[in-house]
Every structure is written in structure tokens, then in C-alpha cells.
Nanobody, 121 residues
Framework: QVQVVESGGGLVQPGGSLRLSCVAS????????MGWYRQSSGNERELVAA???????TYTDSVKARFTISRDNAKNTVYLNMTSLKPEDTAVYYC???????????????WGKGTLVTVSS
């Protein structure tokens, strides 16, 4: 089994910054990618950013140039550095861990419980 724990959420003013962290743990852990999704009230969960273990990343258009994803593969940790935050970024942010080899997903995902990010004055 895989345990996924997020941290770093909180209340921040528009234009501010936050850094989210996610740590995955478990025995015989083989990770294809780790990433961040978010879900605001009344909306579906959406991909924010993700990065494979080999270093390939993707971002949703609304956060490009503002958010940066990074990973420490040795620690099974992924970070999301968020800058220039906007009220519309308010959501519960969930860490996703996708198991697989370095080159191929197994189609098996594990999720954290989420960390709330609130952008408001």
C-alpha cells in the first residue's frame, strides 16, 4: 500500500505565495509520476501539474508561469511552488501518486487527503 501526505496549505492574500509538499511512502514503491490536482466547491477535480520520475512535467494553462512543480525522487517527494496566487486558485489541492516503471504507467493511482489553499483578502 501507498501512503500519500500533503502539507503546506493555508490562507494567503492575492499575489502571495505558498509551497506545497507531498511525501509518498510504502514498501516496494515504484512511481511513474507524482502531481497535484485541485478541486474547488462545485467543480470537478482538475490536473494542476505533474512530473514523471524522469523529469517530464506538464501544467494546466491557467497556472503556467505562476506555479512550478519539482521532485526529489530519492525522498519520494513532490513540491508545488505557487506564486502570484489568485482567488480562483482557492481549492483543496490533492497529491497524486501514479505507480509504474520509469517509462510506463501501471494505471494505479493513490491520493492524499488534500490540503486547503485559500486565496483571499
Amino acid at each position: 500500500q501507498v501512503q500519500v501526505v500533503e502539507s503546506g496549505g493555508g490562507l494567503v492574500q492575492p499575489g502571495g505565495s505558498l509551497r506545497l509538499s507531498c511525501v509518498a511512502s510504502g514498501s516496494s514503491l515504484s512511481i511513474y509520476a507524482m502531481g497535484w490536482y485541485r478541486q474547488s466547491s462545485g467543480n470537478e477535480r482538475e490536473l494542476v501539474a505533474a512530473m514523471t520520475t524522469t523529469g517530464r512535467s506538464t501544467y494546466t494553462d491557467s497556472v503556467k508561469a505562476r506555479f512550478t512543480i519539482s521532485r526529489d525522487n530519492a525522498k519520494n517527494t513532490v513540491y508545488l511552488n505557487m506564486t502570484s496566487l489568485k482567488p480562483e486558485d482557492t481549492a483543496v489541492y490533492y497529491c497524486n501518486v501514479r505507480l509504474g516503471s520509469l517509462w510506463e504507467s501501471y494505471g494505479e493511482d493513490y491520493w492524499g487527503k488534500g490540503t486547503l489553499v485559500t486565496v483571499s483578502s
